[in-house]
């Protein structure tokens, strides 16, 4: 394996790990029914800041409660003195824990520590992140007085447990099979650690899907029209850590996905950052005392400002009151709807602008839109609103099922389907997923132009191949870098990874044929395997960052 390939941690987990209300005691605690029963398969929402749990019942999708009654769940794990806390536990005393108290962690799952966004992103959190072997990140937290390192994937799977935990509670059984969604831009990288992820936490991942597919399955545009005609769809997720626009074509139950773009540095977090960045500056001006230093006084702001942000999406005025903010002195603030859009401005003007993008990658008008779908709690806020229905010229929104927890209903049906537990119409389900940036490799004797073998939007799952030959008499080993990203040139694209074919038959330069396929699989990751014709020598490896 490629040394850039994810592989299952290899850190004891017995100590990472909550375990399953029934592990070890399945046979004596189970009622006899649940015995009996096969336990349905899951879909979880495995989101930024909240996810969700459902799963397909009595002919119906159930929104799956956890034990404090809240339909979603922090992702948020905390390592404190009486144990490990997950969920609302975990968030509730963030606060007072703020260095041990772990929270977005999507934002790393699949990346390197030197990413640029990684970077970013530390700066505003207030629990420590380092790097590890091979760049990858590591979350590095106290816990009983001794230093633990996790890495994005563990500190994911725990709240892949605590999802699985919720569900098993409601279920009254073992739950193993599970669809998982991510956001439609993650790459090959992301999608793959949150495969790893779910294989951490002991379950089996029947599918990672797109959120904006899965939001549109659960708004039934899978059932089939009477007047059989194809519907287009939009779909704008604003959560809290990402951002989705993806335009979806449904015909006959039949679902491709036509474009999809985003941001992954775009969502209710930030629009926190802009109110938190507001209070700093002015109790630095009221008491010229400086913050931004201390994390827990940081972190109580930041409790407060999305509170107030949350208020500001059904009131016109609120207040950011914390008591003790720093050096024992209060904060208290008044803050009006309007100067939250105002502050806000370019990142919302930003959430229409990739709607222009999408539909220019779909090659369709904005008119040519038959129905706009609202996800993510950042729906919520008036303004979005407001200029998603500007911007499709008055359009009605879709905004009927509760837009934190469409995305983990459209999941829970793809699970029934998958798993052959839903009903007929559930069964018909079928879905065309893309291939959301062009991949390809690098030839010429720099290698510096981009081949592309598969283009953006590709239909999957999907196989193609190209054939590459030698820049060399004789030469017997090549490179083959392999990019994601529209450039021709290859710098300015995304190096998934370098891999070597070696063993091909000395011959001169031109002659070797080597033909490199791409297969990406339902899931949407990448394997890319050359051989050398002559030699019949082959390399094949699974593509991660
Ligand atoms: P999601 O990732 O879809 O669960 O969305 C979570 C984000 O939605 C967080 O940033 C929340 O602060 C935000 N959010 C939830 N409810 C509201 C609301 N009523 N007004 C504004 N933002 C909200």
């Known amino acids: 394996m490629d040394e850039n390939s994810h592989s299952l941690s290899t850190t004891p987990l017995t ?53 404090q009654g809240n339909r979603i769940t922090p992702s948020s794990v905390a390592f404190a003195e009486d144990g490990r806390l997950l969920g609302d536990a975990a968030k509730n005393q963030t606060d007072v824990n703020p260095t041990n108290t772990v929270f977005a962690v999507k934002r790393l799952n699949g990346r390197r520590f030197s990413d640029s966004s990684v ?44 999802m699985k935990e919720v569900a098993e509670t409601y279920l009254g059984c073992i739950v193993k099979n599970v669809v998982i969604t991510v956001p439609a831009y993650f790459n090959d990288s992301q999608r793959q650690a949150t495969k790893n992820a779910g294989a951490i936490a002991g379950l089996n991942v029947m599918r990672i899907m797109d ?40 015909v006959h139950g039949k679902f491709v996905v ?39 006084s940081l972190r109580r702001l930041r409790t407060a400002c999305e509170r107030a942000k949350r208020m500001l999406s059904s009131a016109v005025m609120t207040s950011i009151d914390v008591d003790y903010l720093y050096d024992g002195v209060d904060f208290s603030t008044r803050i009006s709807r309007a100067r939250f859009e105002e502050l806000n401005k370019d990142l919302f003007t930003r959430c229409t602008d990739l709607i222009e993008k999408c539909l220019s990658d779909a090659k369709i008008d904005k008119t040519g839109v038959d129905v706009v779908v609202l996800v993510g709690g950042s729906t919520r806020i008036p303004k979005i609103q407001q200029l998603v229905q500007d911007f499709f010229k008055g359009k ?28 007929k119409e559930v069964e018909n389900l079928v879905l ?8 390809g490799i690098g030839t010429t004797s720099t290698l510096e132009k981009m081949l592309f073998v598969v283009p953006r939007n590709t239909p999957i799952p999907t196989k193609k191949q190209k054939t590459i030959t030698t820049m060399l008499d004789d030469q017997t080993a090549m490179s083959i870098p392999i990019y994601e990203g529209e450039s021709t040139e290859t710098k300015y694209n995304n190096l998934l990874s370098n891999f070597y074919l070696q063993g091909i038959n000395p011959a001169p330069k031109h002659v070797p044929d080597i033909d490199v396929c791409f297969d990406i699989d339902a899931d949407g990751i990448l394997n890319v395997s050359a051989q050398d014709r002559s030699s019949g020598h082959k390399n094949e490896i699974v593509i991660s960052k």
């Open 258 to 296: 036509q474009a999809t773009t985003g941001d992954t540095h775009l969502g209710g977090e930030d629009f926190d950052d802009r109110l938190v960045d507001l209070c700093v500056k002015e109790f630095k001006k009221k008491y010229n005392k400086d913050i931004t230093g201390n994390a827990k």
């Open 211 to 250: 959120e904006p597919t899965a939001a549109a399955i659960a708004y039934g545009f899978y059932k089939i029209t009477e007047d059989h005609k194809e519907k287009s769809v939009l779909i704008f997720d604003l959560g809290g850590g990402t951002f989705d626009v993806s335009l979806l074509f449904v």
């Open 15 to 67: 100590d990472s790990i909550v375990h399953s209300p029934y592990q070890g005691q399945e046979e004596e605690l189970l009622p006899m029914a649940s015995r009996r029963n096969i336990a349905p398969a899951i879909g979880i929402d495995l989101g930024t800041t909240y996810s969700c749990v459902a799963v397909w019942q009595n002919n119906r999708v159930e929104i799956i409660p956890n034990d």
């Open 432 to 439: 065309v997923d893309v291939s959301p940036l062009s991949l």
């Open 396 to 423: 009605e929104l879709c905004k009927g099922i509760h837009p934190d927890e469409a995305v983990a209903y459209g999941a829970a049906i793809q699970a029934a389907n998958l798993s052959g537990q839903g009903d």
């Open 119 to 162: 970077q970013n992103d530390v700066k505003y959190w207030p629990f420590k992140v380092v790097a590890g072997p091979s760049d990858r990140p590591r979350i590095v937290v106290n816990y009983r007085g001794v230093e633990k390192q996790f890495s994005a994937e563990e500190i994911s799977s725990m709240v892949l447990v605590k």
